[in-house]
């Protein structure tokens, strides 16, 4: 999220450092100099969730004129990916709202014209029968496949990397 300078940012605001040179989008972080943010919120199936060692995340975000970059290693005890398009949230995935005017209507608990709800899946790691794949959930009526999102994904025991580019 890319906001102009602020002495102190409000609770679960993030900011994207400026990227000179593009990360390669391979799902090797190690062009990432640290995943400095962390995440323990699960959107779907919160009730099976036991704890961090289930599942958490650290993550970095970058930007440049052409895209909005992310870098996630997931930590996960089990990893599944069986979904396609809209569904991908019920299997692992990530996801990212994006307030493009969060100034003029932080104050609003839910989503508004400005904001945007992007799932990204780094597929099925364990196999070829999903591909990665980001979706558009919100705004509604531009819902659909972000075809020209890149996204990698690579498994290791109890971990996934997902590793983005978001065409802005």
């Known amino acids: 999220i890319l906001l102009p300078q602020l002495?102190?940012?409000p609770e679960g605001v993030l900011l994207a450092t400026w990227k000179d040179l593009p990360p390669m989008i391979d799902g090797d972080l190690s062009e990432w100099s640290v995943l400095a943010n962390s995440a323990e919120v699960v959107v779907y199936g919160a009730s099976n969730w036991s704890g961090s060692s289930?599942?958490?995340?650290?993550?970095?975000l970058g930007w440049d004129t052409d895209n909005l970059?992310?870098?996630v290693s997931?930590?996960?005890d089990v990893y599944s990916q069986?979904?396609?398009g809209e569904s991908i949230f019920r299997g692992?995935?990530?996801e990212l709202l994006l307030d493009v005017a969060l100034q003029s209507d932080r104050q609003h608990p839910k989503l508004s014209a400005d904001d945007y709800q992007i799932g990204l899946s780094p597929g099925d790691l364990n196999g070829s029968k999903v591909a990665g794949q980001a979706y558009l959930w919100?705004?509604?009526d531009q819902a659909g496949a972000l075809s020209d999102t890149q996204i990698v994904g690579t498994a290791t025991i109890y971990c996934?990397?997902?590793?983005?580019?978001l065409p802005w």
Request: hydrophobic share 50%; glycine share 0%.
């Open 7 to 9: 002495e102190v940012l």
């Open 69 to 71: 970059y992310l870098a």
């Open 54 to 60: 289930d599942l958490s995340a650290t993550f970095s």
């Open 82 to 84: 069986t979904q396609d």
């Open 160 to 165: 996934y990397v997902l590793e983005a580019a």
């Open 92 to 94: 692992d995935s990530v």
């Open 138 to 140: 919100f705004p509604v």
């Open 74 to 76: 997931v930590r996960d």
